[in-house]
């Protein structure tokens, strides 16, 4: 066989490599179908060199601590130390959230407004892009199929929040505000606006109508939230975040799943692929496990190989904000200054975001050429949901006959493959995660993934994954400056 036949047969094994579903079909390969696949191989030093490259050995050589830690990983589990790992189980929750979203959209709600910052926005915003049109907004009523458009107020941009009051009349908006204490200043200064105009042009009997909170339970341990007293003077909706749940692990709690719903989300979705990725993770062993895989690589390049940057690309612009999530997962979980020892270590790599094609046209050259510093993880879909041809025009151009007739689709896999074999050239340790296809399935299989890989990596840095000393400061000098208790 000669080399340029075996290239055109991984070239069709690499775009189109997926299951596709037939009829009659089980259940169980129903579910395989959607399985997103993990690719480290292009991390190994087989394929970058033992300077770049994770050697078998090294891998090795963590496995008494990853047998560790996953023994303390599941006690606490076991415990309720840390909630995120069974948000998806909660039925009664789940429930509570589809039918309060039914009885909003029920009363002909066109538009939703979340105020919220930080955790409480990042894993929607990365819902929302994924599962719904990048022009959503602009979209007909009959386009969006009845559910209203979407407004993530994740900043106190004061021109951009009065835009977004100027396209949403009250009358014709669900606010959400979504804030665990109730002290997020952000949040209740825009929450603070929204009441002021709903009980202007409204009256406050209306506002219920208008509101809804998501905040920390009432009790059970739970240090009050300001959200509490609003909730009862207006009689508001409220949703309980779990006390052992922190913001950057909430998506698949009423935080995510709300908004979720309003906008007519496949909740059932999001849940099997959570107990999907659950599934996969259950085992401590590096070779079942591909959270705990991709931690000790993680780990073991910027320990051992000085790879102190870690790159997410996205190629697929539905995946994008996945990489915004990830960048707040991944930095205010690991970066710490003190290990739970006490030891000052200052621990994490630094997570950067990026796009393909269209940063192979700004970063590609520093990810080539500059500092062997990072590594890179592509997010890729196997199936685009829409095919584009490119049509036989511009004959006279002859440069441009290898696009004509081929499509989009197979250019933005070219473009992918060209990509990461010039890393591989370059000796730049690449991993790959592979979705089948973009849906609620394997959008929570790809969030649970990274919820348990970051958990791990904690552990394995000795760090604890779950608090934000570092933010806290911040935001206490900011409250001294507005005249508040610092």
Partial sequence: MSGCTRDKKRARHFLYNIRAMQPGTTNMEANMAFDIRIDVTRAKSSAVGK????????????????????????KERKDGVYGFWDLYKDRGVWGDVKTTAEAFLRKGCENLVVLGIGGSALGLRAL?????????????????????????????????????????????????????????????????????????????????????????????????????????????????????????FSVFSPVGMFPAAMLGMNLDGFREGCAAM??????????????????????????????????????????????????????????????????????????????????????????????????????????FSKTLRIPESLKFVSELGYLRGASMNRLMAAELRGSIDALKISQRPVMRIILPVINENTIAQTLYLFEAQTAMAGRLYNVNAFDQPGVEEGKQIARTLMGGNG
Avoid at 228 to 245: I, Q, R
Avoid at 324 to 343: P, V
Wanted: charged share 25%; with cysteine; net charge positive.
């Fill in 128 to 248: 929302i892009t994924a599962l719904r049109s990048q022009h959503y907004n602009i979209q007909s009523k009959r386009a969006r199929k009845g559910f209203p458009r979407v407004f993530v107020m994740d900043n106190i941009d004061p021109v951009t929040f009065r835009d977004m009051m100027r396209l949403c009349p009250p009358g014709k908006t669900l606010y959400n505000a979504i804030s665990k204490s109730g002290e997020t200043a952000e949040t209740m200064s825009q929450l603070m606006i929204v009441i002021d105009l709903l009980e202007k042009k409204l009256g406050k009997a209306a506002v219920k109508d208008h509101l809804v909170v998501t905040t920390n339970p009432r009790g059970k341990g739970a240090k009050p939230s300001l959200l509490h007293p609003v909730a009862d003077h207006y009689g508001l909706k409220s949703f309980e975040v779990p006390l052992n749940v922190g913001g950057r």
């Fill in 51 to 74: 300077e770049n490259g994770v050697m078998p050995v090294e891998l090795k050589s963590v496995e008494p601590q990853i047998a560790a830690a996953h023994k303390v990983l599941r």
């Fill in 278 to 383: 659950d599934k996969r993770c259950a085992a401590a062993s590096l070779d079942e496990n591909p959270a705990y895989l991709r931690a000790a690589i993680e780990y073991l390049a910027d320990t051992h190989k000085g790879k102190t940057m870690s790159v997410m690309m996205p190629y697929a612009d539905a995946l994008r904000d996945i990489a915004d999530w990830y960048r707040q997962l991944w930095a205010e979980s690991l970066g710490k200054r003190y290990t739970l020892d006490g030891e000052e270590v200052y621990a994490g790599q630094t997570p950067i975001k990026a796009l393909g094609a269209t940063d192979q046209h700004s970063q590609m050259q520093l990810y080539r050429e500059g500092p062997n510093n990072k590594t890179i993880t592509t997010l890729e879909v196997a199936r």
